[in-house]
């Protein structure tokens, strides 16, 4: 038989109130628990994920630059995989600054890559995203065609949601080898370093 | 409306349950006095309520919050609850000209759920300044006479640290210290080169076992709140205590209003706002010890107006509210290119830092008076939002080589915060604001706030030392400090530090302080001030450890004036 999670809850409440003043558990107990609380949220978890805030097509082109910005490589997923984009959705579904900055610059975007190419960002081709991502990726271009600006600006922006989405996700923490948030008994300090 | 009388008169009846509160309410509870303790927020649960463990990716914001709109530090969702900058309802007012910041914490335990547990204890030198130096005031009580209460307070909370001999951070009662980080290994190379003190941090988290409460284990998250207690928190420490003697009535959600004085001129009663129902209630006590926070403190007795005191209560000398003080604030960093080689490794260690740099130059004349302490860390962190922020504007781009580039500098990065002390002066202080209420009808505080040139000179040391200990170190020194910004040399604005004190001072004289060296008010009694108000001067060390040393220090005199039949 498999002990439920209200199991130890129950438990956990009965020690801190029957047993110590201090309200101390048992640190295997708490460890179990929080095991348990995210394995049950990730069973739960939607396939299926519905926008909160862009449409259909917007954030089609969201989870597109996402994937360019930290793309899938041989060494790790990419911000489509560790949920970038839905991180980026909830939070600008509820920040109007957001809703401005990311909705216009995605139409920023499409209105600039018609002017250009004849199409939105999504229908242009590979060379020609990377034409005008090359444009926008720097702001020092801004120095040479001022008419970039907002698109920099955006593109900045974006950048940081989509770093932050990455690298607070499952995948983006192992990628870059975050070792702990677990029991340690001893504190082993620093290993041994060539030139520390 | 109604007001309701409850019948009891306790003994004692404290407002505020954090480090002065709780500590109160233990020593006066073992020493046989019934005690009201009155807390504004809620009960606190830890299991239910700590988000110890959690990862960014169990919280759907990822820790950011609703909107986005919370980095990491104080604000974030990982923190123990009920702690924040603003608070819904209650507002406080920064005067024209001022930027002022206020941290309040309701919640059982208050701040000390939050704060950085770093606890240090102030020098003999930090309690007489004006004899030396000829600036501010000095205490009207010495070192010798708070030594055996850090004594006391150290032995029940459990601190760790080394014993160092140095004349500006004298040694306590410590555990063993935890082992260094790569972070600290390097910085501590780099200090030592250019001769400045770097040694084991002071800390209230516990690296044996104590008094029925494990050691740390490791998970460097004290600001979430501690499940297992194995840091200091007031609610976890002092309360569970107070509450085992049976003499203890802890009563939540309760606003303190006014302290209601009788004919003689002593306070008989606190009238509170019980939150749940928006009635206003009273209790009943002969001493009353208020510790709702420095500020808050000095908002009570402003707010607490009569006949018999037309300017507040224990205000004849017109000093609640002034001589409000903060720390000096200062921060830099650097990324260092030696921690890029450093393998994936569990870095955690304590919720804080593992060293620090006390102040070190005590020996020599500095272009400012007085002195500051460095904080430190880094390293390769549990990750959060905001953390590549930096990189990602620095690097610009796209792509796999972006994404590498994150992996390269993880971790790489170190920051210094320094903590000086600041001189009180004229400009720095808290009022009634004379139209604003809060949503339970009680007047809120506006306050002034302008720094001095002392502490402006004390922020410009701190960034030459910081570029220097990250060129020692083979960093490169990043910071946005500059002289000519509203922040000259990134001073942070008055609040920020939280380390607010000074509105309801003690002193040898009535006619310039409020209370005396027991933190009793000169002019009622039955009152006590024993949070940070009652400080005479902010040294550099941070505030808890002294709060809870002199409320233990009050706590015993007022034990001994019970016993006398004076209370």
């Known amino acids: ?196 | 409306m109604q007001v309701r009388r409850t019948p009891k008169t306790y003994d004692v009846c404290i407002i505020g349950s954090g480090a002065a509160g709780g500590t109160a309410a233990k020593v006066l509870t073992e020493g046989g006095l019934s005690v009201a303790l009155l807390e504004a927020g809620p009960p606190l649960v830890p299991e239910r309520d700590y988000k110890e463990h959690v990862w960014p990716y169990d919280l759907p914001h990822r820790g950011a919050g609703v909107g986005g709109r919370a980095t990491r530090g104080l604000d974030d969702e990982f923190l123990a609850p009920n702690g924040a900058w603003e608070i819904e309802g209650e507002p406080y007012i920064s005067a024209p000209g001022s930027r002022f910041r206020w941290f309040r914490s309701r919640i059982v335990g208050g701040r000390t759920n939050h704060w950085g547990r770093i606890a240090l204890r102030m020098a003999p030198v930090d309690f007489k300044v004006r004899s030396h130096d000829g600036m501010g005031d000095d205490w009207p009580i010495s070192y010798e006479d708070v030594a055996p209460y850090y004594d006391k307070v150290e032995s029940y909370i459990g601190v760790f640290g080394t014993k160092e001999n140095i004349p500006s951070a004298p040694d306590g009662i410590f555990q063993p210290p935890p082992k260094p980080r790569c972070t600290e290994t390097i910085i501590k190379k780099a200090c030592d080169k250019l001769s400045i003190l770097c040694v084991p941090s002071r800390l209230a988290i516990l690296t044996q076992p104590h008094n029925g409460r494990p050691a740390c284990h490791y998970c460097a998250q004290c600001g979430r709140g501690c499940i297992t207690a194995s840091n200091f928190s007031s609610s976890q420490v002092m309360i569970p205590p107070a509450e085992k003697t049976g003499r203890l009535t802890l009563v939540t959600g309760a606003m303190a209003r006014e302290l209601v004085v009788n004919k003689a001129g002593k306070v008989e009663a606190v009238s509170y706002i019980d939150k749940a129902s928006r009635e206003e209630r009273r209790i009943h006590a002969r001493a009353f010890i208020v510790a709702a926070s420095s500020c808050e403190s000095a908002r009570l007795l402003l707010n607490s107006k009569s006949t018999l005191f037309p300017d507040g209560l224990a205000n004849s000398s017109g000093v609640v509210g002034r001589n409000l003080m903060d720390s000096v604030g200062s921060n830099a960093g650097g990324f260092f290119p030696a921690l890029e080689k450093v393998a994936a490794h569990n870095h955690d260690g304590v919720g804080g830092m593992h060293m620090y740099l006390p102040w070190w130059k005590f020996d020599r004349k500095n272009e400012f008076l007085r002195g500051y302490h460095t904080e430190f860390g880094g390293g390769r962190g549990m990750p959060g939002v905001g953390d590549f922020h930096h990189l990602s504007d620095e690097f610009e781009g796209y792509g796999s080589a972006l994404k590498q580039e994150c992996k390269k500098k993880y971790g790489t990065y170190i920051g210094f915060s320094g903590r000086g002390e600041m001189i009180p002066n004229e400009n720095c202080y808290c009022e009634i604001d004379p139209s604003a209420v809060d949503q339970w009808g009680i007047p809120v505080l506006r306050f002034h706030w302008k720094w001095g040139d002392n502490e402006i000179k004390m922020a410009k040391d701190m960034q030459e030392t910081y570029r220097e200990i990250v060129e020692a170190g083979g960093g490169t020194f990043i910071s946005r400090a500059r002289p000519d910004r509203p922040n000259p040399y990134g001073i942070a604005d008055g609040g920020v530090i939280i380390h607010e004190v000074g509105t309801v001072r003690m002193g040898a004289h009535p006619a310039t302080s409020a209370l005396n060296q027991y933190c009793q008010a000169h002019d009622v009694k039955n009152l006590f001030v024993t949070d940070g108000a009652c400080f005479v001067t902010n040294a550099d060390k941070n505030p808890t450890l002294t709060i809870m040393a002199l409320t233990w220090r009050a706590s015993d005199y007022l034990l001994d004036q019970a016993k006398k039949g004076n209370l």
Not at chain 1, 64 to 80: E, F, M, R, W, Y
Not at chain 1, 84 to 100: H, K, R, W
Not at chain 1, 161 to 187: C, M, Q, R
């Open chain 1, 1 to 196: 038989m498999t002990i439920s999670r209200r199991d130890i809850l129950k438990s956990l409440t009965l020690t801190a109130v029957t047993g110590s003043v201090l309200q101390v558990i048992p640190l295997q107990a708490a460890e179990y628990a929080h095991r348990m609380v995210s394995a049950e949220k990730a069973a739960a978890e939607d396939q299926a994920y519905a926008p909160k805030f862009f449409s259909a097509h917007a954030y089609k082109t969201l989870q597109v630059l996402c994937q360019t910005i930290i793309p899938s490589d041989a060494d790790a997923k990419g911000a489509i995989e560790a949920g970038a984009p839905e991180f980026i959705d909830l939070i600008t579904s509820e920040n109007v600054d957001y809703q401005v900055a990311l909705g216009g610059g995605l139409m920023w975007l499409d209105n600039t890559c018609i002017d250009g190419y004849g199409k939105p960002y999504l229908d242009c081709t590979a060379a020609q995203q990377k034409e005008i991502l090359d444009l926008i990726a720097y702001r020092r271009n801004a120095k040479l065609d001022p008419s970039l600006g907002q698109g920099i600006d955006f593109f900045a922006l974006l950048r940081k949601f989509t770093a932050d989405g990455y690298f607070t996700s499952e995948i983006g923490i192992e990628y870059l080898g975050y070792i702990g948030n677990t029991f340690v008994k001893d504190f082993p300090g620093c290993p041994p370093v060539p030139g520390l």
